[in-house]
């Protein structure tokens, strides 16, 4: 199995601001993913994040936007830039291990 | 395209009853599919997965879900359905890639009612 953990849990912020959420799995992963999972909606993957090369990002979703980190194989960070209230969601790390995927508690974000 | 349908929004259940939980898939070549349960407030949580082999899966808190490549189906069951078993719940599937990317369904909302 793999433990993620997120920081922050959740948080409120001003529209046009930016939040950095951080992400940390309890051994190391060749990918992880970031997803984003609207009020009422599903979860939809905003990009896939390997270590020492770009993240890949999935239609609809920009590097401007939604920048993300991977300074090693256990550790990314998802900022969400200049933020509005659509803006608000919850935000999930994800990590492969064998055939089976593993997320993370959420961050919950709320944009005011 | 890869995509999940799950046809209903909300399924209702007395307690004591069997539920089904329904997903259909579109995917080329062979699915890994999964089930995943989200209680409120909380996180995603593992259920259930098939990659290959027998077509009946068995899983956590008495899940199973079974494969039906004719129908392209992969529904979530279980024999009694308890109280606390309401949350909600995904299907997922990742290509035969096997990239790690899920696509997920819209969800179905389980109420087993005393």
């Known amino acids: 199995s793999a433990v993620i953990s997120q920081k922050p849990s959740r948080d409120i912020c001003q529209r046009g601001t930016s939040l950095t959420i951080q992400c940390q799995v309890d051994s190391q992963v060749t990918m992880m993913f970031w997803y984003r999972q609207q009020p009422g909606q599903s979860l939809t993957l905003i990009a896939t994040a390997n270590q020492g090369s770009e993240a890949t990002y999935e239609s609809g979703f920009v590097i401007d936007k939604f920048p993300i980190s991977r300074p090693n194989l256990t550790f990314s960070t998802l900022t969400v830039s200049n933020m509005s209230p659509e803006d608000s969601s919850i935000y999930l790390c994800s990590v492969q291990r064998d055939y089976e995927q593993y997320f993370g508690p959420g961050t919950r974000l709320t944009v005011t | 395209a890869q995509s999940v349908a799950q046809p209903e929004d909300q399924v209702n259940v007395a307690e004591g009853n069997p539920l089904t939980v329904k997903c259909t898939y579109s995917?080329?070549?062979?699915?890994?599919l999964f089930w995943y349960v989200q209680y409120p407030n909380r996180g995603l949580q593992f259920l259930l997965k098939?990659?290959?082999?027998?077509?009946l899966v068995k899983g956590s808190y008495g899940f199973e879900a079974e494969f039906n490549k004719s129908q392209t189906s992969f529904h979530l069951k279980k024999p009694s359905a308890l109280v606390s078993d309401s949350a909600l719940y995904f299907c997922?599937?990742?290509?035969?890639?096997?990239?790690?990317?899920?696509?997920f369904g819209q969800g179905t909302t389980l109420q087993v009612k005393p």
């Open positions: 997922a599937v990742r290509g035969s890639g096997n990239t790690g990317k899920l696509i």
């Open positions: 995917v080329s070549g062979n699915p890994y």
């Open positions: 098939y990659i290959t082999g027998d077509n």
